[in-house]
């Protein structure tokens, strides 16, 4: 009984100590918001750097859970459906990351 009455007050205190420490400081200044031009492109190509490669990370996820290779496909056969899906993946996995980042 000591024990599960130890081990709970462990967790509640983890759980709780957390919230306490962020509750005194005060208000956060800094923001994603630019400051200047300068950050506000350094701030696109950050964005754009990384919503690129989630882009490509989701198409190769989709070419791995389809049966065949979807991009041998494409590439050294020509086929044209195939492509056809591939891009509405890509577009697909573009509209989710821009409405994700966009919040």
Known sequence: ????????????????APAALFAADGPVLSTWHAQS??????YMVLFAAIGILIAIVGYRLFDKCTP??????I??????AAAIIGGSVILGV??????AMLG
Do not use: P, S, W, Y
Request: charged share 20%; aromatic share 2%; net charge positive.
């Open 94 to 99: 573009c509209i989710i990351i821009a409405a």
């Open 1 to 16: 009984m000591k024990n599960k009455l130890a081990c709970c007050l462990c967790t509640a205190f983890a759980l709780t």
């Open 37 to 42: 031009v300068g950050q506000a492109v350094g």
């Open 75 to 80: 590439v050294e056969n020509r086929n044209v």
């Open 68 to 73: 065949g290779d979807l991009h041998k496909e």
